[in-house]
């Protein structure tokens, strides 16, 4: 079966949670993220310029069949190549370290490039660990199996994910339903 390209953030979703639907976000909100996610890069970048990195690239595109996006910042120094996405959180979340980990194993598997990746937030540098990278490929080799399951066994069998749900817009997933209804979602 034929499948659509998806956005690498989602497909960090559905990586963790396969039966993970995007959702509407509220534009208001995009907003404020975009203006953050924008202060962030610039506090970002200072940082990574005082331990001695350069800019090298920024917004580089990763795109195969199955999914597509951008990585904010490419960094070097002397021999050494860094992917870094970055979030104005204080700590990232496990889904953003998936997400800049789809764009490592894309960097060292797909182009054979040796890089490393790293997800800047405001606490400080985050690295991916390089056994989290291959994971993530091996994992995405396993997502379009998974994802030829219909939609109810999507929910029965492939929905895992327990403190990742906020922001999930599928009303099959009684997890979902519990979070909604703002009562302690099920075991
Ligand atoms: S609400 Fe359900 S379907 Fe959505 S991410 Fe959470 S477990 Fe997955």
């Given at each position: 079966m034929a499948h659509r390209k998806i956005w690498k953030s989602i497909l960090a979703k559905k990586l963790i949670c396969p039966a993970f639907k995007s959702y509407e976000a509220d534009p208001a909100k995009i907003r404020v993220f975009d203006a953050t996610h924008e202060l962030t890069r610039s506090d970002g970048r200072i940082k990574m310029a005082g331990i001695g990195w350069s800019l090298r690239d920024t917004e580089v595109p990763v795109e195969n069949h199955i999914y597509k996006g951008r990585i904010d910042d490419v960094f070097a120094r002397e021999n050494e190549i860094l992917l870094v996405e970055y979030v104005s959180s204080i700590y990232p979340d496990i889904f953003k370290l998936v997400d800049a980990g789809i764009s490592g194993a894309h960097f060292r598997f797909e182009l054979g490039e040796d890089v490393k990746t790293a997800v800047v937030s405001r606490g400080g540098i985050t690295e991916v660990p390089d056994f989290l990278?291959?994971?993530?490929?091996?994992?995405?080799?396993?997502?379009?199996?998974?994802?030829?399951?219909?939609?109810?066994?999507?929910?029965?069998?492939?929905?895992?994910?327990?403190?990742?749900?906020?922001?999930?817009?599928?009303?099959?997933?009684?997890?979902?339903?519990?979070?909604?209804?703002?009562?302690?979602?099920?075991?």
């Amino acid at each position: 079966m034929a499948h659509r390209k998806i956005w690498k953030s989602i497909l960090a979703k559905k990586l963790i949670c396969p039966a993970f639907k995007s959702y509407e976000a509220d534009p208001a909100k995009i907003r404020v993220f975009d203006a953050t996610h924008e202060l962030t890069r610039s506090d970002g970048r200072i940082k990574m310029a005082g331990i001695g990195w350069s800019l090298r690239d920024t917004e580089v595109p990763v795109e195969n069949h199955i999914y597509k996006g951008r990585i904010d910042d490419v960094f070097a120094r002397e021999n050494e190549i860094l992917l870094v996405e970055y979030v104005s959180s204080i700590y990232p979340d496990i889904f953003k370290l998936v997400d800049a980990g789809i764009s490592g194993a894309h960097f060292r598997f797909e182009l054979g490039e040796d890089v490393k990746t790293a997800v800047v937030s405001r606490g400080g540098i985050t690295e991916v660990p390089d056994f989290l990278v291959e994971t993530i490929r091996e994992t995405i080799e396993s997502y379009t199996y998974i994802q030829d399951l219909g939609e109810e066994a999507l929910i029965e069998y492939a929905n895992p994910a327990s403190g990742f749900c906020n922001y999930c817009s599928n009303d099959l997933c009684d997890r979902n339903r519990a979070i909604r209804n703002r009562q302690p979602a099920l075991a």
